[in-house]
């Protein structure tokens, strides 16, 4: 992605934290995880997302850890395979799922892919999240910059 379409993004998103009405969650996801916890999906794929037990590891867990930690978010693991993941976003049992999806992912039809954090690789969320979209989407700005 070009310095200039990413500096266009970091606008469009400043205009959108500034105005009177900021995106809001259809399920309420952002708030929910602020009241409780984030609820984060993590599919067995090296190295991007894995488990071993309950303890969870891999770039797109350190990550999304990081963007937790800077959010004052606790965070709560899901592990289970993509396509049981898939439906828990859809239902919006969970928050967020990780774990090497590109952007250009089949699922793209039944959730929402967040921006590339790396030019190929996204998050996936469930449909109609905004707030969840723009915070986790300002996070992996800021982390391009």
């Known amino acids: 992605m070009s310095l200039k379409i990413l500096w ?11 105005c ?6 259809a399920a309420n996801s952002y708030q929910k995880a602020q009241q409780g916890k984030l ?3 993590v ?25 937790a930690e800077e959010k004052n978010l606790k965070i709560s693991y899901v592990l289970d395979s993509e396509s049981d993941l898939i439906e828990k976003l859809e239902t919006f049992d969970l928050h967020i799922v990780c774990g090497g999806f590109e952007k250009k992912t089949s699922w793209k039809k039944r959730v929402t892919p ?28 800021s982390k391009k910059l």
Request: proline share 7%; charged share 20%; net charge negative.
């Open 114 to 141: 967040t921006l590339p954090y790396d030019q190929k690789h996204v998050f996936l969320i469930p449909h109609g999240e905004n707030r969840l979209l723009q915070e986790l989407e300002q996070y992996i700005i």
């Open 39 to 41: 609820q984060i999906g």
């Open 20 to 25: 009177k009405d900021a995106p809001r969650d």
């Open 8 to 18: 266009g993004y970091v606008i469009l998103i400043s205009l959108a934290v500034n």
């Open 43 to 67: 599919v067995m794929n090296p190295p991007f997302s894995a488990y071993v037990g309950d303890s969870v590891y891999g770039s797109e867990v350190t990550f999304l850890q990081k963007f």
